[in-house]
């Protein structure tokens, strides 16, 4: 497919869904309510109460510095189609892309012996118009030999995501995603081409809401650990050492149409976490990236705006004028009370000694409520492993009948 | 009419009958494209047995997951027994209600 302009009709579209969202923005910002310590982003902040000014420029200032990804427009036809935008489908794949974005951006600045710009390539990762790069990215995920190093300026783009979306979970262009998709589809990316100086991030994903340490370990160690030994006190007392960084995604739903009060009492205490890196969730059918609260309002960043496609030159060159279409301005909040249930909770943990904290502050997190939604095992139970056993009884099974369970 | 649960609890006092239904928002159905089914499962099991045997019939591949729910938002974790959750959330037919959801789409 050919490179096309957007029609009348996807121009309008546009247009509508940035006089929703400037709109939404202006009522937003009126409500920041105060009293309160702000947790964004594994930082706590806390506030002089007489000064609106000073909270609201501090909130905003936060929200300036975090990578900003919205719908955008004409960029090259996604695979197999005729789609030059995402406006109206995309918001899920971008939040992931920030979701991404910053756990890139906190792993590369956390680290002394990484160059200035490897920090500044994070951006081109996600460049929009990957300049070609999704045909030779096609190419290399269907060749056997995947020894031979490539590298890929802009992993992320929405090309490659949107080809491995069709590959993987048979995803067409313009079709909404679920959280478990595009975090999956990063995962896989990451996995396969990841930017420089970021091999040493390993992604975790863990689905139905579950986080067992011996999976984190072998991550983060790349050994196997023996069943019969206590993974905590290796991870204290013994040699241990690696390099890698760990990107944790936790998936989960806390209720079924709404959330469970109880669960967003838990939640709270998850968002006050020095290695929390925000949520992949949204309202209901709009996908937004939570970066953190304020006692019950959550801030977030929100991808139902619509920009021109951007590729890897134009993403520099604005850069060198110190203008940049990656930040937002406005400070959106949303009562949690109507936060959608379906999300993918991230941490970020650097080394051994924050594993180690972060499973004990988890295992305390747990212990104080039984409303904790998330299965934490130290060892990863064998019926997690969903592929064996069962074939046989499943032939038995008859619909119309009530199924007695052998 | 006995209830039907009472016949049931006779025949097979070890096992308590579920009622699952798929929710409507989830494009999931089992093979036979109904939303709804009936089993009937020992006390002393866990539900990771029961999610087992959803996956396997609804045919799941392992990067989709599926989340049940009592009582409207009450989360069922893997490692509950059955016995335990059908003597504090079984209604009053007899049958323990749960219903099935997936993760929600968003665009």
């Known amino acids: ?406 | 009419m006995q209830s039907i649960q009472a016949s049931f609890a006779d025949k097979y006092p070890d096992r308590v009958p579920i009622l699952l239904e798929i929710t409507d928002k989830s494009k999931i159905r089992f093979s036979d494209g109904s939303q709804h089914k009936k089993y009937l499962v020992s006390k002393s099991d866990h539900f990771y047995h029961f999610f087992q045997i959803l996956r396997n019939s609804l045919k799941l591949s392992k990067k989709e997951a599926i989340y049940l729910f009592v009582n409207n938002s009450g989360l069922i974790k893997p490692e509950s027994q059955v016995g335990e959750i059908y003597s504090k959330h079984r209604s009053s037919d007899g049958f323990l209600r749960i219903i099935l959801s997936e993760y929600a789409t968003f665009g």
Not at chain 1, 235 to 252: D, G, P, R, Y
Not at chain 1, 367 to 391: A, G, I, R
Request: aromatic share 12%.
């Open chain 1, 1 to 406: 497919m050919d490179q096309r302009q957007e029609n009348y009709r996807e121009v309008i579209i546009d247009w509508i869904y940035n006089l929703k969202y400037i709109l939404n923005a202006y009522l937003n910002n009126k409500n920041v309510p105060s009293g309160h310590p702000i947790y964004i982003l594994g930082h706590r902040i806390d506030i002089d109460n007489n000064d609106i000014d000073d909270r609201i420029n501090k909130i905003k200032q936060l929200v300036q510095d975090t990578i900003w990804i919205t719908y955008r427009r004409n960029f090259p036809p996604l695979y197999q189609s005729n789609y030059i935008s995402d406006t109206g489908w995309g918001c899920m794949l971008r939040v992931g892309q920030m979701a991404m974005a910053q756990m890139l951006k906190k792993h590369l600045k956390n680290h002394g012996d990484k160059r200035d710009e490897d920090y500044d390539n994070i951006l081109l990762a996600f460049a929009d118009n990957d300049s070609q790069e999704y045909k030779e990215f096609i190419e290399f995920s269907n060749k056997n030999d995947k020894s031979k190093v490539h590298n890929f300026i802009c992993p992320f783009s929405i090309q490659k995501i949107a080809y491995l979306a069709k590959k993987e979970f048979n995803l067409d262009p313009g079709e909404w995603y679920k959280p478990n998709y595009i975090l999956f589809l990063l995962e896989e990316l990451h996995n396969t081409i990841p930017i420089r100086a970021s091999e040493n991030l390993k992604l975790c994903v863990f689905n139905d809401s579950c986080l067992f340490l011996d999976q984190l370990m072998n991550r983060m160690f790349e050994i196997k650990f023996e069943t019969d030994k206590d993974l905590e006190e290796q991870l204290e007392k013994t040699q241990l050492k690696s390099k890698n960084s760990l990107a944790i995604f936790v998936l989960t739903r806390i209720g079924l149409d709404e959330p469970n009060q109880k669960y967003l009492k838990v939640l709270d205490e998850l968002m006050e976490l020095p290695y929390f890196q925000g949520i992949v969730g949204g309202t209901p059918k709009r996908a937004f990236y939570i970066l953190g609260r304020i006692n019950d309002h959550y801030i977030y960043l929100d991808p139902h705006y619509v920009q021109e496609a951007e590729n890897k030159d134009q993403i520099i060159e604005n850069k060198m004028f110190n203008r940049t279409s990656y930040s937002c301005k406005y400070i959106h909040l949303l009562n949690q009370k109507h936060v959608d249930t379906s999300m993918g909770l991230s941490f970020y943990i650097r080394n051994k000694s924050e594993l180690l904290q972060f499973w004990r502050d988890m295992k305390q997190i747990k212990q104080k409520s039984e409303d904790f939604f998330v299965f934490l095992s130290d060892f990863t139970p064998e019926y997690v492993d969903y592929s064996n056993q069962l074939e046989e009884s499943n032939n038995k099974l008859n619909d119309d009948d009530v199924v007695f369970l052998q």
